[in-house]
């Protein structure tokens, strides 16, 4: 496939990402901050949240499922995911996260569970989509071409 | 590179670290970043070194390994906290799990530093009470996480209005400077004859 189709299959799937809410002006903030000193610093920051997410998504399933369920260790969890998908824009990830510590200060498990469900889904969702956009990007790079400047 | 360390040599500034921080530069503050987030220490180091010769970044995951860096350890009596690593500005994360920001901060400002040194804390909630208990404590300012380029573009300003080291008429001229975003290796070139 030649550059510029690719070039332009990662526009519109980036913007995509933008109009769907997957991704905020954040996350333009990384993509701003990415140059050829520091070519990979988009993808390398990602990665950390994808490793750091995964942790914590697990310590909430953990957290929740206890006999007694402590609703405060559940909360800075979530409190940490809510900080960490607002730093790369994870604009819907971020959004769950608002709800889910709503349902920690309650105490409501119910509301707990069908929120990590939700967060979870959309978690998933996202890291699928932002791992295409990346392997988009490897292939331009290969081909010889740049990424487009948002 | 060996030129300006030299010269920076010269006018008794410390320079020199085994960090990839491109050398201390220009201005070379030295800022201690502190966040239990792997994703935020990460982001704000980049902000900090995005424009080149500004700051020297130590970054720690921990208000217990920031006590160590600046020589506060358990233990040490006060009159012991001689900041040996010259740490020029502290930044902070309030919420950090067994130490916060503001446990941090007040253990800074209980200390008689040989120099003041100035402490911002971020944090992600925008909570008015948070907010002025650390102004009362001593914080310089508070900054609303996620961090922007135009955050780091305020610490600067204030680093470079207030920060006394010897080399005041090399920052004076970088106020001046337009903002460059162009990410180069190339150094800016300092005046000559410019000392303080």
Redesign the interface.
């Known amino acids: 496939m030649a550059v510029f189709q690719l070039q332009q299959q990662w526009v519109d799937l980036i913007s995509a990402l933008f109009r769907e809410e997957f991704l905020d002006s954040q996350f333009t903030q990384l993509q701003q901050l990415q140059d050829e000193s520091n070519p990979d610093f988009v993808v390398e920051v990602v990665t950390l949240f994808f490793e750091d997410s995964e942790r914590l998504l697990n310590d909430l399933c953990s957290t929740l499922h206890q006999r007694v369920v402590d609703f405060k260790k559940a909360d800075a969890h979530v409190h940490q995911l809510k900080g960490s998908s607002a730093s790369i824009g994870a604009q819907r990830v971020k959004n769950v996260c608002v709800s889910f510590r709503n349902c920690c200060e309650e105490g409501n498990l119910e509301g707990c569970l069908a929120c990590l469900q939700q967060v979870k889904h959309e978690y998933t969702l996202l890291k699928s989509k932002l791992e295409a956009l990346f392997a988009l990007e490897q292939q331009i790079v290969a081909a010889g071409g740049s990424l487009p400047t948002m | 590179m060996k030129d300006v360390k030299a010269e920076a040599r010269d006018e008794g500034e410390e320079v020199g670290c085994d960090c990839d921080c491109g050398g201390g530069g220009d201005v070379g503050l030295r800022i201690l970043v502190v966040d239990d ?4 220490r ?2 704000v180091e ?2 900090l070194k ?1 424009r080149e010769g500004d700051f020297e970044v130590i970054t720690v995951d921990s208000g217990k390994k920031a006590m160590d860096i600046l020589g506060l350890n358990e233990g040490e009596t006060t009159q012991n906290a001689t900041n040996d690593q010259k740490i020029d500005i502290i930044l902070t994360d309030y ?1 950090m ?1 067994e130490m916060t920001g503001y446990d941090l901060l007040k253990a800074v400002k209980e200390h008689n530093f040989p120099k003041n040194i100035p402490v911002f804390v971020m944090s ?1 909630e925008n909570d008015p009470q948070r907010i002025s208990r650390c102004r009362a404590n001593g914080a310089e300012d508070f900054i609303l ?2 961090l ?2 135009n955050d780091i573009q305020r610490l600067r300003s204030y680093a470079i209005k207030t920060a006394s080291t010897p080399i005041a008429g090399s920052k004076r001229k970088l106020q001046l400077d337009p903002v460059t ?5 190339e150094r800016r070139p300092r005046l000559a004859g410019v000392v303080a």
Do not use: F, H, M, Y
């Open positions: 987030s792997p994703v935020d990460k982001i980049r902000l995005k919420c799990p992600s996480k996620p922007r380029a975003e162009n990410g180069s290796s």
